[in-house]
Nanobody, 125 residues
Framework: VQLQASGGGLVQAGGSLRLSCAASGHTLSSYAMGWFRQAPGKEREFVAA????????RYGDSVKGRSTISRDNAKNTVYLQIHNLKPEDTAVYYC???????????????????WGQGTLVTVSS
């Protein structure tokens, strides 16, 4: 499956952003999906994940309570909305397809097989 992330840009602190991840080549409904991010000089960090049906979600501690992951399988698209953005949210955001329709107990980047090219989010203070 090929993934294309979009929606990044420059946002002021306190603002909101919605990222999209469009898939082609395969239906997304076969996979749980996730978002990761990587800031300059830092390791890739888990942001959020959602099971194939959209009825189960997980969030990383850094965005928990101010972000929402969702999906529209009819549009083959996954979304990530983050509210109350902070300068520390600045990163390249990647979407990825998980190895199965449901998420494992521990979410690891190595369990995601297909990755999009990333979209840059810059939060100014």
């Amino acid at each position: 499956v090929q993934l294309q992330a979009s929606g990044g840009g420059l946002v002021q602190a306190g603002g909101s952003l919605r990222l999209s991840c469009a898939a082609s080549g395969h239906t997304l409904s076969s996979y749980a999906m996730g978002w990761f991010r990587q800031a300059p000089g830092k390791e890739r960090e888990f942001v959020a994940a959602i099971i194939w049906s959209g009825t189960g979600t997980r969030y990383g501690d850094s965005v928990k309570g101010r972000s929402t992951i969702s999906r529209d399988n009819a549009k083959n698209t996954v979304y990530l909305q983050i509210h109350n953005l902070k300068p520390e949210d600045t990163a390249v955001y990647y979407c990825a397809a998980y190895k199965a329709p449901y998420l494992g107990e521990v979410i690891k980047a190595t369990d995601f097989g297909s990755w999009g090219q990333g979209t840059l989010v810059t939060v100014s203070s």
